[in-house]
């Protein structure tokens, strides 16, 4: 048996006061923006899942409810935005679109209905390549002010600014597509691997 061991982050209170003060609150007086550590975030996820041992055995199946982490890369600081209960429609419609059967077993696949909202993802702090970088909460402020000030702007406008982001980040991806392809080292730096297919968890 192997015991899994998650690196926990709690977000420094300077950072979350920046956060508060450049994205506003919310009707429950909450911040608009919360940065949070991919490891400390967690979300319920349901179905069926399948703990296995250190040799790979199968030891456990269960079909239930899970807090697992939300985002990835699991070892990086992460914006994220509030958003109303209202845009995950009534709960009736909520649990109508989210239960799922498993065996003749009903589950919420997403759990249960955000009746005060949910943080969702809108930025990772990383370098160019991807990265860890440090968190910085002036960096953090500036992310939410471009993210409130692209939300205001006209819809044409945004759009027109998403694609020239989006046109560079192709660029760059390509560019250092090439110089791993023009890399005489062998693939994955010899480093072995292994592909990981449906939903899996190792024992805690």
Known sequence: MIRVIRETHDTPSA???????????????????????????????????????GHGNVIRSAIELRRVPKYLPFDRWHIERWVPPEIYGSPDAWHAATLEREDGVLVSALGPYPSRGEYEHCFTLAGPSGEFISLDSAACDKIVRAIEWARRQPSGKSRFALDARESQRER????????????????????????????QVAAI
């Open 15 to 53: 950072a979350a006061e920046v956060l508060a003060r450049a994205g506003g609150r919310n009707r429950f007086g909450e911040p608009n923006f919360r940065v949070v550590w991919g490891w400390s975030r967690l979300s319920w996820i349901g179905g069926r899942w399948t703990d296995r041992d």
């Open 172 to 199: 760059e991806s390509d560019a250092r597509i090439d110089e791993v392809l023009d890399d005489d080292a062998p693939a994955f730096h010899g480093q072995p691997f292994v592909s990981v297919t449906g939903r």
